[in-house]
């Protein structure tokens, strides 16, 4: 059994998932705003436009003097018109929408075993924190899906002013518990994000894969290192 003195998590897809995809929300929240856009059509534009924007303005575009609300309002107007919404005065205010409403509980659910595990993992004693390539939002969104309570510190690619798989947002939040990397150990769902770059930084990792679906990594992760659900991990780790 692993003995951790620290146990950090990516969030998306990892501990929290969203409800509905994209383009459902895309799409309803336009309906409010009297606007009829259709789901798939919005789900392809935001993958053009969110593959655009972080090409060329990276980690919320934090170096080229961007906020991140801008950043993502930006993402968003230019989702619209991809699917043919061009009229400036609406798209910020669907933007502004959509901007609060992804801070909200409803937008997100935990993934199954997540609230569990977290829970047995702090009666065993293990400190634990947040890596994410997220912006700001993040501390309100877990708390507002009562997960914050869980961590120490909440790390976030904003805040760090790097974005995994960059070793030194790892390095970040082991300087700040205090803890050596060889006692400590990231979850994530990514295996060049998350599973790679922590290994990278020195730490231990696990990889969250889909249960039932097939891993294109298998030949470069071990199966002890595979993590088929979140209660897998209490299996393998212990307080060091």
Not at 18 to 42: D, K, T, W
Request: with cysteine.
């Amino acid at each position: 059994m692993l003995r951790l003195r620290l146990l950090t998590w990516d969030v998306k897809d990892t501990l929290l998932r969203l409800r509905h995809p994209i383009g459902e929300n895309y799409s309803a929240l336009a309906q409010v705003h009297g606007v009829q856009v259709r789901p798939e059509a919005l789900t392809k534009s935001f993958h053009q436009a969110y593959k655009a924007q972080s090409k060329h303005f990276p980690n919320y575009g934090l170096s080229k003097g961007l906020s991140s609300k801008q950043w993502w309002a930006d993402v968003v107007k230019q989702t619209f018109r991809l699917a043919g919404v061009h009229e400036d005065r609406l798209l910020t205010s669907i933007a502004e929408s959509l901007y609060r409403e992804y801070c909200s509980a409803q937008t997100w659910e935990l993934l199954p075993g997540a609230r569990e595990t977290l829970g047995q993992c702090r009666q065993l004693g293990i400190r634990m924190a947040v890596i994410s390539n997220f912006d700001m939002r993040l501390e309100k969104i877990l708390s507002h899906c009562n997960l914050r309570h869980h961590f120490d510190f909440v790390l976030t690619s904003e805040e760090a002013g790097f974005a995994k798989p960059d070793l030194r947002i790892f390095q970040r939040a082991l300087h700040i518990s205090g803890v050596a990397p060889q006692q400590a150990a990231h979850v994530g769902d990514s295996y060049v994000k998350d599973y790679r770059a922590a290994r990278d930084a020195g730490m231990h990792s696990f990889l969250l894969t889909a249960a039932g679906c097939a891993n294109r990594w298998e030949r470069e992760v071990p199966k002890e290192h595979v993590l088929p659900s979140l209660t897998h991990l209490l299996s393998v780790i212990g307080k060091g």
